[in-house]
T-cell receptor, first 113, second 112 residues
């Protein structure tokens, strides 16, 4: 039973355009949502997070949107750059825990020239 | 400031053997979590240590055990290795009750 889902295994976007990565969750016990980026042979790198009491958080080129009623979040990258090409994981924290995270299966983003 | 460091980076073991993986958390972090990432999957939570105690545990058998030392570093032990234990093992650290976890580069374990 997958509680955090990333239904798009891959996404290709032109440099300079917007990348939108989506994530759905099923469990209302999650209180924080995070996005990680992973290059091959490296561990995941933390990108941005959002509390369940907010609907938007922005950090430079990265914005995360949360729609609690739809149990859906998305990561927007504007403008996309070739260095953004990586696998992106959505993760959710269990309420009442310290960083016990449940991850999605990832979306591979390729930014083309 | 060193981030999360893990050793070794790669390891090959035979079925039935035991393995120990090590992790040093980021400076200032007192909570260490371990994850298993199989090929094509997201990381799966194994367990978490805080103040030298196991605080949370995921859906993993008792063959998986751990330890946290007074300096907050941690070990993951896996007994009676199975072929299915082949995966990337990731250590993550976080400060206190913070949500953001910072990951090491992982240990690639291959069981043959």
């Amino acid at each position: 039973d997958q509680q955090v889902k990333q239904n798009s295994p891959s996404l290709s976007v032109q440099e300079g355009r917007i990348s939108i990565l989506n994530c759905d969750y099923t469990n209302s016990m999650f209180d924080y949502f995070l996005w990680y980026k992973k290059y091959p042979a490296e561990g995941p790198t933390f990108l941005i997070s959002i509390s369940s009491i907010k609907d938007k958080n922005e950090d430079g080129r990265f914005t995360v949107f949360l729609n609690k009623s739809a149990k859906h979040l998305s990561l927007h990258i504007v403008p996309s750059q070739p260095g953004d090409s990586a696998v992106y994981f959505c993760a959710a924290r269990w309420s009442g825990t310290a960083s016990k995270l449940t991850f999605g299966t990832g979306t591979r983003l390729q930014v083309t020239l | 400031d060193a981030g999360v460091t893990q050793s070794p980076t790669h390891l090959i073991k035979t079925r039935g053997q035991q393995v120990t993986l090590r992790c040093s958390p980021k400076s200032g972090h007192d909570t260490v979590s371990w994850y298993q990432q199989a090929l094509g999957q997201g990381p799966q939570f194994i367990f978490q240590y805080y103040e030298e105690e196991e605080r949370q545990r995921g859906n993993f058998p008792d063959r998986f055990s751990g330890h946290q030392f007074p300096n907050y570093s941690s070990e993951l032990n896996v007994n009676a290795l199975l072929l299915g234990d082949s995966a990337l093992y990731l250590c993550a650290s976080s400060p206190g009750t913070g949500a953001e976890a910072f990951f090491g580069q992982g240990t690639r374990l291959t069981v043959v």
